[in-house]
């Protein structure tokens, strides 16, 4: 069976109220406090674990330990094929105490990483030749994996071996394309930044409106998405439009400056 949390802003008021600051506590800073939102603890944690480990040990050994601990959350991908072993079954003991290896420990350092090898090699053959090629290839390899994968379910499927190497492929080539370049991504940048702090409420919301329709669990899961979807889109797109509109409107015209200097 999948594995899957609780959105953590629900399942806390089901905890006894004394618990209540453990329960804040630890969705701030390991599981987040709903859906995606982990990513906010898990990278901060990551962050810190990483600078750590480059300033006592180098770059070397801790691209070595952050690949480690990424082979740990490769265990739940790839529980169907590892039935019976140990390391399932050290996996299984971690997991009821700490629910998910979805965190910043053994989740973002690697990604992390990869970040600051990318700067460091920037200008390195690895990177700069057939970047594009290499980065097919990549996606190419991830996909097949992704066939592997699927064929069983599974207790979860968050982690994936390739994906580090996809993900810096993909950020070394939009670095170095010339037509990303002549756009302005601005805009995107902050409409990514509204949805991800929307969709929690769309999704909750969807869910709440629909759970009294006579659809069936999968049925029910797109209709929540395609609906959580194009609220968080149109929720984004209205709040950049206020706040472009106010920066307009504390922008003062040529003849209110000309005004202040004259009456200076």
């Not at 995606?36 to 300033?55: C, D, T």
């Not at 082979?71 to 094929?81: D, F, K, M, P, V």
């Not at 409409?191 to 929307?198: H, P, V």
Request: aromatic content about 20%; hydrophobic content about 50%; glycine content about 6%.
């Amino acid at each position: 069976m999948e594995f899957r949390l609780p959105p953590l802003c629900l399942a806390l008021f089901l905890l006894p109220v004394y618990l209540f600051p453990a329960g804040i506590l630890i969705a701030l800073v390991y599981l987040g406090m709903c859906y995606q939102l982990w990513y906010i603890p898990a990278f901060l944690l990551g962050l810190f674990l990483v600078n750590q480990l480059v300033k006592r040990l180098g770059m070397v050994w801790t691209g070595v330990i952050t690949f480690l601990l990424y082979c740990w959350g490769l265990i739940e991908t790839y529980s169907a094929y590892l039935d019976t072993t140990s390391l399932l079954k050290g996996y299984q003991l971690y997991s009821n105490l700490f629910f998910t290896a979805r965190n910043g420990l053994f989740y973002t350092p690697i990604f992390i990483y990869m970040g600051y090898y990318l700067y460091d090699h920037f200008h390195a053959q690895t990177f700069r030749i057939h970047r594009w090629q290499k980065l097919a290839l990549a996606f190419g390899l991830l996909c097949l994996e992704g066939i592997i994968i699927f064929q069983h379910e599974g207790i979860d499927k968050n982690f994936f071996f390739l994906l580090p190497f996809v993900t810096v492929y993909l950020v070394n080539a939009c670095l170095r394309s010339s037509f990303l370049k002549s756009y302005d991504l601005q805009y995107l940048k902050q409409m990514s930044i509204a949805l991800y702090f929307s969709h929690p409420i769309f999704i909750e919301w969807a869910r709440y409106g629909f759970s009294s329709l006579p659809l069936s669990y999968p049925d029910r899961g797109k209709l929540i998405f395609v609906t959580a979807l194009f609220g968080s889109h149109l929720f984004g797109v209205a709040m950049l439009w206020v706040r472009e509109r106010r920066e307009k409107q504390k922008i003062p015209s040529n003849g209110e400056e000309l005004d202040k200097i004259t009456n200076q």
